[in-house]
T-cell receptor
Framework: DTGVSQDPRHKITKRGQNVTFRCDPI?????LYWYRQTLGQGPEFLTY????????KSRLLSDRFSAERPKGSFSTLEIQRTEQGDSAMYLC???????????FGPGTRLTVT | DQQVKQNSPSLSVQEGRISILNCDYT??????FLWYKKYPAEGPTFLIS?????DKNEDGRFTVFLNKSAKHLSLHIVPSQPGDSAVYFC?????????????FGKGTRLSVIA
């Protein structure tokens, strides 16, 4: 297992377009987390899944954001009608229910022009 | 409200000396603390952690100290090496209450000068 992977690594889009990111967690991990990091800030929690169930959503996750984990394996994060304020690094992490350590993926850098 | 605070945005240390990175928290429900290291354009990498039932955890050159009464923890790196230059994030979770998303500080940029 090579760890948490994310695709794409970079995405440049025009304001108003929709974008979708993918995260593949470590295979035996049943928890999957999405975070967002902007310049000068630490990662901020967006949402997390245990298996296919979305257990918690941050108030940062506006109605333009939706996340899914349909089969309890990979997850997608979609942003509709992107805004310049959505420009950030989107990070995915996974963990098991018995471990407090969440390895992170390399992130997807989104730039909205 | 910033539940995890890293009040020093940057720190410069000479190679071979000790680096001390500090972190304060306000939520008394936090019971597990982690340090992550981040290079530009990469995701954070787990470094070391400590449970609230301990006051010290050591792993090679890295030691984390926890002072629960002061709601303060620190990461010591001895000796510091140029490859340690990165942004260090302190994070906390409410592990025993099942509230597992990490809450991060804003980070401290460490520069180790050769």
């Amino acid at each position: 297992d090579t760890g948490v992977s994310q695709d794409p690594r970079h995405k440049i889009t025009k304001r108003g377009q929709n974008v979708t990111f993918r995260c593949d967690p470590i295979s035996e991990h049943n928890r999957l987390y999405w975070y967002r990091q902007t310049l000068g800030q630490g990662p901020e929690f967006l949402t997390y899944f245990q298996n296919e169930a979305q257990l918690e959503k941050s108030r940062l996750l506006s109605d333009r954001f939706s996340a899914e984990r349909p089969k309890g394996s990979f997850s997608t994060l979609e942003i509709q009608r992107t805004e310049q304020g959505d420009s950030a690094m989107y990070l995915c992490a996974s963990s098991s229910t018995t471990s407090s350590v969440s390895p992170f993926g390399p992130g997807t850098r989104l730039t909205v022009t | 409200d910033q539940q995890v605070k890293q009040n020093s945005p940057s720190l410069s240390v000479q190679e071979g000396r000790i680096s001390i990175l500090n972190c304060d928290y306000t939520n008394s429900m936090f019971d597990y603390f982690l340090w992550y290291k981040k290079y530009p354009a990469e995701g954070p990498t787990f470094l070391i952690s400590i449970s609230s039932i301990k006051d010290k955890n050591e792993d090679g050159r890295f030691t984390v100290f926890l002072n629960k009464s002061a709601k303060h923890l620190s990461l010591h790196i001895v000796p510091s090496q140029p490859g340690d230059s990165a942004v260090y994030f302190c994070a906390a979770i409410e592990w025993n209450s099942g509230n597992t998303p990490l809450v991060f500080g804003k980070g401290t940029r460490l520069s180790v000068i050769a």
